[in-house]
């Protein structure tokens, strides 16, 4: 299987999840015209499972080393397994929680109270479970990136903001989404042996653990999206039988793309975390805020009806966000 050994590797690959999971919304945004999230996320959680099983069938089973995926989760422990698959069902109540919060609060209360709090657990409990990387240059690096969040709920704080919104709900529902964020990770990382070349007996390798996390995450939307489906905590309600009756071929795809871009991240996130430790690779990837707000700010144009001064506080939001990624990468 595809072995990363180089931590110049790693970091490249953990930037490419940073931009992957800054991204994937866009398809979300490409498709909300025409039919509701609850609709969009069947067909990106298939994306996410198809794309795990095309890496654990190709770069997961070629080459010498490691263990290929047929033989890895045919000998998985039943404990490494059960860990995987409760990462991915947290890991999407996390999502979907956050898409809500979204909805009921506006991204300046949703974003940087979920994100913020997801990063600083993801980070101490991975670092305590691995303490790989100095931890007085990660941990700086890490309250630097929070500090560019928090800027960055500032500057969605001074848009024009919609009527109606209701912060307190929307606030309750991000400390739940933050929380469940924050452990998704340690319970898959849990499940990897973190010598891929010769992974210890029971353990899985990131290829099969991707898998069992992506069939958690799609099962589960039989607890969490299916009751907003019909009970929804904002919008409308969405039958099932709009799936097939609203969904054309374009919407499917563009769903399962997202799912797709979202899984590149999430895979080289474990791929990585071999040569520069999970508390690195995910402290790296969560950086996502800033390429999220980087799409917001020059493609999307969502701060054209900013007030003045709001340029000053993008190029703040940025320089802490680059800077605190700097110190995480030199932790190493």
Not at 90 to 107: E, R, S
Not at 190 to 207: Q, V
Not at 228 to 237: A, F, I, Q
Not at 252 to 265: D, E, F, Q, T, Y
């Amino acid at each position: 299987m595809l072995i990363v050994e180089s931590y110049t590797i790693a970091v490249a690959m953990c930037l490419i999840t940073m931009l992957c999971w800054g991204s994937w919304a866009n398809t979300q945004k490409l498709a909300s015209n025409e039919w509701q999230f609850q609709l969009f996320y069947w067909d990106y959680s298939l994306g996410v499972l198809l794309l795990t099983l095309l890496f654990a069938f190709t770069i997961g089973s070629s080459g010498e080393e490691g263990r290929a995926f047929m033989p890895d989760i045919s000998q998985a422990g039943s404990e490494a397994v059960r860990s995987a698959f409760i990462g991915g069902v947290v890991f999407n109540l996390a999502n979907i929680l956050l898409v809500v919060a979204i909805d009921i609060a506006g991204m300046a209360v949703a974003f940087p109270v979920a994100i913020g709090l997801a990063l600083v657990i993801g980070v101490v409990t991975n670092y305590i479970a691995a303490p790989v990387g100095d931890p007085v240059y990660l941990f700086a690096g890490v309250g630097l990136v929070t500090a560019a969040i928090v800027v960055c709920a500032l500057i969605y704080a001074r848009l024009p903001q919609d009527e109606g919104r209701s912060v307190g709900k929307g606030l309750a529902i991000s400390v739940i989404a933050g929380i469940a964020m924050g452990f998704f990770y340690r319970f898959v990382a849990a499940s990897i042996s973190m010598d891929f070349a010769n992974p210890e007996a029971g353990l899985m390798t990131p290829y099969s653990a991707g898998v069992v996390f992506a069939v958690g995450l799609l099962v589960s939307n039989i607890i969490w999206l299916i009751p907003l489906m019909y009970k929804p905590l904002s919008g409308e309600v969405a039958p099932i039988g709009e799936y097939f009756s609203k969904g054309t071929p374009r919407l499917h795809l563009v769903g399962i793309l997202g799912g797709a871009i979202w899984c590149v991240g999430f895979s080289f996130s474990f791929i990585a975390s071999g040569a520069a430790g999970p508390a690195i690779s995910y402290g790296l990837g969560q950086g996502a805020t800033m390429v999220a707000a980087f799409w917001g700010v020059f493609i999307w144009k969502e701060f054209k009806d900013a007030p003045e001064g709001t340029s000053m506080m993008i190029t703040a939001m940025f320089a802490l966000f680059f800077v605190g990624l700097g110190l995480i990468v030199y932790s190493r």
